[in-house]
């Protein structure tokens, strides 16, 4: 696929991205706003819900407080919580037949990207019950309307409360991919920081670099976004830079939290229209072949692949160095010293240089399947041939 090709391509679909009405779900935000949800979905007319959270999360009682008040407030509920982190198909068809045997009419996501991605994949197959989710992925197979739907992130990082993206991996083939399609995007979101205070650090740190990389492949790849989603990359990045390694180090700090949640919310919907990139396309490949976690893989990569880039991301990364008050004399030296940034946050946030247990035979796999995802969809600073993105993998691999 050559490079006018997409950028043909990405031409029209900057056009086309004018009529596909984003929108930003209604959010309940603030320390024990969790509380306020049954009131609010009672409103909007919900009825008989099916949770869809993790082992882990019940493990910790974490959804307990959100079940008494659904309890207390006559909402009926089934719990899913068979989700595995990189949800997969499977996942998927398990959640909803336990959400059509028991004849649920909304969808409660509560937990981080993969529960949340898992109940997107599940309320995309009630529009669609005989379609298998591999029928779902890719752009626009959805565009039907789907439950109530109501999202309460426990990480801040995905963003996946105000997505048009729902990632799933493939049981049979590994393959990582994504349901793109705004009619999954949710309608309603809860921002409780308290939700999110006993995220270990590592895990704090990791979901924190893939809010970052939200914003910063949004913000460079330029091309579809709006002045709307440039500012909201922009504000995401700043509030990453003032509030990622207080939380790393002090998980309670309860402000540092929410404006976590903020930044990841921000970089979600800025995505949602601008498009994520290459850092993407290689790390859905390291989620699906080696069950690397979404945000390790996003944290490792995003430096290096803004240095791949080289000149062709310098005005843009300049851009963002302004932002966090990053001086310097030309664009090169401020994007320059915006990559040493991120590098430096990831030293201190503990998080790897690069990406060990790469196979050799899995190079070719990765590569097609980065080039498959990202090419011609993603508006990237400069498109990359196969050659390209095995020079990014040989330079990660440790
Ligand atoms: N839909 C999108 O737009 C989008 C965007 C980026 C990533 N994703 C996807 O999201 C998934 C990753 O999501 P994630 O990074 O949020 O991780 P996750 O949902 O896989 O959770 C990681 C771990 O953290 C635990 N956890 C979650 N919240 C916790 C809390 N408050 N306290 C203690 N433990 C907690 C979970 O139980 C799990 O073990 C990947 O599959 C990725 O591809 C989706
Ligand atoms: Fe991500």
């Not at 499977?90 to 949340?116: R, T, W």
């Not at 939380?247 to 919907?269: H, P, T, W």
Request: with cysteine.
């Amino acid at each position: 696929m050559n490079k006018l090709f997409c950028r043909s391509f990405q031409a029209v679909m900057k056009l086309g991205n004018y009529f596909m009405g984003y929108r930003m779900p209604e959010y309940l935000s603030g320390p024990g706003s969790i509380q306020k949800l049954p009131e609010f979905m009672l409103k909007k007319g919900a009825k008989k819900a099916l949770v869809v959270t993790d082992k882990g999360l019940m493990n910790l009682g974490l959804p307990n407080g959100m079940l008494k008040a659904l309890e207390e407030n006559n909402i009926e509920y089934v719990v899913f919580s068979e989700v595995k982190p990189n949800p997969t198909s499977s996942d998927v068809e398990a959640g909803y037949k336990l959400y059509a045997e028991n004849n649920c009419q909304c969808i409660v996501a509560f937990g981080g990207g993969s529960p949340m991605d898992c109940a997107k994949g599940i309320a995309a197959k009630s529009a669609h019950p005989h379609k298998s989710v591999a029928q779902l992925q890719g752009l626009l197979k959805v565009h039907k309307r789907i439950p109530l739907f109501f999202a309460v992130p426990t990480t801040a990082g995905t963003g996946s409360e105000t997505t048009v993206a729902a990632v799933i991996t493939d049981d049979a083939t590994h393959r990582k991919a994504s349901i793109n399609d705004p009619s999954i995007l949710p309608k309603y979101a809860v921002l409780d920081p308290e939700l999110t205070v006993g995220l270990p650090p590592f895990v704090t740190a990791m979901t924190g670099m893939d809010a970052l990389c939200h914003a910063v492949e949004a913000y460079t790849n330029y091309t579809y976004t709006t002045p709307l989603e440039r500012q909201l990359a922009k504000d995401a990045v700043k509030l990453v830079h003032e509030n990622l390694l207080t939380v790393y180090k002090d998980g309670k700090n309860i402000e540092a939290r929410q404006n976590m949640l903020m930044a990841s919310f921000y970089a979600g919907r800025a995505f949602t229209r601008g498009c994520v990139g290459y850092v993407h396309a290689i790390g859905h490949t390291l989620g699906g072949l080696y069950n690397i976690p979404h945000g390790l893989a996003m944290g490792t990569l995003l430096p290096h692949v803004m240095r791949q880039f080289g000149a062709s991301a310098h005005k843009r990364l300049a851009e963002l160095a302004d932002v966090i008050g990053i001086q310097g004399a030309t664009d090169a030296e401020k994007a320059d010293k915006f990559i040493t940034w991120i590098e430096g946050l990831k030293a201190e946030l503990g998080l790897p240089v690069g990406v060990e247990g790469i196979k050799d035979e899995d190079i070719p796999q990765m590569i097609e399947w980065a080039m498959k995802e990202a090419n011609p969809l993603y508006p990237v600073p400069d498109i990359w041939d196969e050659a390209d993105f095995r020079k990014l993998i040989e330079s990660v691999r440790m």
